[in-house]
């Protein structure tokens, strides 16, 4: 059994992380500078998704730095 840690399946039984910015976002840089990878901040930040598969360990902890919580991972 896989542990309940935000991680999705896809059609092939990969895991996929999904990973979003809500409204809440105020821009200051703490996601880029955590995970420059997957976060790009220009006046609110947005997901390079892309760069999400290799680096879930480094979303997990920018969506936690995060002060306004506007990481969303599922």
């Given amino acids: 059994m896989i542990p309940d840690m935000g991680w999705l399946t896809d059609k092939k039984g990969e ?5 979003k910015i809500n ?4 821009g200051c ?3 880029e ?5 997957v976060f ?3 006046d609110v930040a947005s997901v390079k998704e892309a760069g999400v598969a290799g680096n879930e360990d480094c979303v997990k902890e920018a969506a936690d730095a995060c002060p306004v919580g506007a990481i969303e991972v599922a």
């Fill in 23 to 26: 409204d809440s976002c105020i």
């Fill in 15 to 19: 895991f996929k992380m999904n990973v």
């Fill in 33 to 37: 500078s955590i995970c420059d990878a």
């Fill in 40 to 42: 790009h901040v220009e």
């Fill in 29 to 31: 840089g703490a996601c």
